[in-house]
């Protein structure tokens, strides 16, 4: 089994860490191209599209994950309610497009909305096979999917903003995004709709499914709340300066999080009968992934002013300050999602509908105490949410495998400790060589940075960071390997230290 996972987070890896490195790379072309207004004015449309695009899926696709055992007729009758759904919210964001122009007082939105739903219907065409390959754990095709649709939409989006097509050139990145990823998985997943559509078969479905809709539903509204108060109290570039600023910080934080979800998700499913092994399989799993994520975090936290200089250029300095609490916030995005996952693979759907209710029900009174002051304030309530909902997640983890709280304290401390020892050292350096030049400030605070975090895992690598370090001398020897033999990582033997 941890040969299986190991291979599966790899491909996942690849498709996650290769697909985000390119849509970070177009962002960056896009921010120099474009005005923070224009992002702006993307972002004021982004709840209403997640809205559809979570109606469209409607829970059914981790329902086929799910279970153990699917026939035909279930996937049939899944793809085709898909479909219908993602034709109905199509039209529904059509048909709403003249009131969320009024609401924002933004003439414009009425038709960017409308041209950006053809991409909720065309996404749900696709969301079938996209199960399936996670079921298969064939995360090698998901990410060629990805990779050669990013590639694409990133083609077409820079394309159209260098002819100046401004913020329709965000739109058109989307819509091609979109369309190129149902061209492919069709074309790289063998799959057609060949069984009957049943409604006996979406109602077995349905008891696990809907609450998976409403929890999805629920955190959809309450995470794009923020986004929806700042563009309707402040200025399009208020949200533009906090959507870069999210973008940036949530980009390693939910790549992290759907690599893990979608290759824990369904190994966990099948160990849902022995709740020991999903345990360890959890704990060496956090241990590894965290050891590198929580100090990237922290060490972006500490070099975010040069950063933004360097790679979007002083225009967009006003995010900094954002995008330093957002790093924080979005360290804990992975724990949150792995703890979610246990819930998920025992079928527990309305324990996890439950704990979304008490989650956003915080969420909305954060930002009730918080819109009034300042995007600042708001920006705050999202880090407070995300520590407030972890202690609830890290309850129900230790009801549920008996991963108590002084274990999940004992893994994470450790990690916790040497990032943020390491970010403050940064962040000091920071303060002190403020006057070089942005980009060599830059590059001498990741070097130093990282030599003094590999310092701290050398130093205790038998105990608190001895997981980290096994698995990162298994992948030199991979990489050493593949070095000598291209071959032998897609052939792997039985002798193969990474399997």
């Known amino acids: 089994m941890a040969g299986s996972v190991s291979k599966a987070f790899k491909w996942s890896a690849v498709e996650q860490f290769g697909k985000q490195g390119l849509r970070f790379v177009l962002s960056i072309v896009l921010a120099r191209l474009l005005s923070p207004s224009e ?11 997640m809205i559809a695009q979570v109606f469209a899926d409607s ?21 085709y309610l898909n479909v219908a759904a993602g034709l109905v919210f199509a039209g529904l964001l059509c048909a709403i ?38 079921r298969d754990v064939d995360f090698a095709t998901l990410a060629k999917v990805s990779l050669l649709a990013t590639i694409v939409s990133g083609v077409v989006g820079v394309a159209m903003a260098w002819k100046g097509f401004g913020v329709w050139s965000l739109v058109g990145q989307s819509i091609a995004q979109s369309v190129a990823s149902v061209v492919l998985i069709w074309l790289l997943r063998p799959w057609r709709p060949r069984g009957r559509f049943s409604l006996a078969r979406i109602r077995s479905m349905w008891h696990f499914s809907s609450r998976l809709l409403a929890s999805g539903l ?20 208020d949200l533009g300066f906090y959507t870069r600023a999210s973008n940036l910080a949530m980009l390693p934080a939910t790549s992290v999080q759907s690599m893990t979800g979608r290759v824990m998700m369904p ?3 099948r160990m849902q009968d022995d709740k020991a092994q999903m345990k360890r399989e959890m704990r060496r799993t956090l241990r590894t992934l965290l050891g590198v994520f929580f ?42 999602a792995m703890q979610l ?33 300042s995007v600042g304030a708001l920006v705050g309530a999202v880090l407070a949410n995300s520590v407030i909902c972890l202690a609830i997640n890290t309850y129900y983890t230790r009801k549920l495998i008996s991963y108590t709280v002084k274990e999940q304290a004992g893994d994470l401390v450790p990690v916790v400790a040497a990032s943020l020892g390491m970010a403050s050292a940064v962040f000091i350096a920071d303060i002190l060589l403020r006057k070089l030049a942005p980009w060599p400030l830059l590059a001498a605070e990741v070097a130093a940075g990282s030599v003094l975090y590999a310092v ?28 000598v033999m291209p071959g032998a990582y897609m052939a792997p033997s039985a002798s193969n230290p990474i399997e």
């Not at 829970?59 to 793809?79: M, P, Y």
């Not at 025992?346 to 954060?366: A, I, M, P």
């Open 295 to 336: 100090p990237a975090m922290a060490g972006m936290a500490a070099v975010a002013r040069p950063f933004v200089v360097c790679l979007l250029t002083a225009k967009w300095l006003p995010c900094v300050p954002y995008l330093r609490i957002l790093c924080f916030a979005g360290m804990l995005y992975p724990l949150h």
């Open 267 to 269: 190994i966990f499913a």
């Open 218 to 237: 629920l955190n959809t509204i309450c995470e794009s709340s923020y986004a929806l108060v700042i563009g309707k109290l402040y200025r399009p570039a």
């Open 341 to 373: 996952d246990v819930l998920t693979a025992q079928g527990r759907s309305d324990l996890f509908l439950r704990l979304e209710v008490v989650k956003k029900v915080l969420t909305v009174s954060l930002v009730a105490a918080t819109f009034w002051l």
């Open 59 to 79: 829970g059914l696709s981790a329902a086929l994950v799910q279970r153990k055992e699917i026939c035909q007729d279930d996937e049939t009758s899944v793809f």
């Open 97 to 134: 497009s003249p009131v969320v122009a009024a609401f924002y007082h933004q003439p414009l939105l009425r038709p960017m909305l409308c041209v950006c739903s053809i991409g909720v219907f065309v996404s749900s065409l696709s969301i079938v096979q996209g199960a399936l390959l996670t």
């Open 456 to 483: 701290i895992v050398a130093r205790f690598r038998k105990s608190a960071f001895a997981d980290l370090w096994r698995q990162t001398a298994r992948m030199w020897q991979w990489l050493a390997a593949a070095a």
């Open 39 to 49: 992002y702006g004015l993307m972002g004021m449309l982004l709840v209403f599209l």
